[in-house]
Nanobody
Framework: QVQLAESGGGLVQAGDSLRLSCVASTRTFSTNIMGWFRQAPGKEREFVAGISWSGTGSNYADSVKGRFTISRDNAKNTVYLLMNSLTPEDTAVYYC????????????WGQGTQVTVSS
């Protein structure tokens, strides 16, 4: 079982930056693929970014490419999402997720952190 706890959300203005953090309570963190998802009001949850277990590989949704950066620190069991040039369209609850070694999908989810971007 993996428990994930996100932090760092808040209310910011358009153009601002924000960094989200997600701490995982597992000794096997370094073998998990980690990802960030978001869900805006009235919309389905969508993929934002993912990072390989080593941190050398990452991928992004087209809507955030060039503005968001995912990274991880395996020594701290933490994955980050740096969000630059935020727009009101980025307003959503952001969720951290973990895909354990051998899993075909993300199996564990955090409770989410709210990000609100005002215009």
């Amino acid at each position: 079982q993996v428990q994930l706890a996100e932090s760092g959300g808040g209310l910011v203005q358009a153009g601002d930056s924000l960094r989200l953090s997600c701490v995982a309570s597992t000794r096997t963190f370094s073998t998990n693929i980690m990802g960030w998802f978001r869900q805006a009001p009235g919309k389905e949850r969508e993929f934002v970014a993912g990072i390989s277990w080593s941190g050398t590989g990452s991928n992004y949704a087209d809507s955030v490419k060039g503005r968001f950066t995912i990274s991880r620190d395996n020594a701290k069991n933490t994955v980050y999402l740096l969000m630059n040039s935020l727009t009101p369209e980025d307003t959503a609850v952001y969720y951290c997720a973990a895909a354990p070694l051998g899993a075909h999908d993300y199996a564990y989810w955090g409770q989410g952190t709210q990000v609100t971007v005002s215009s």
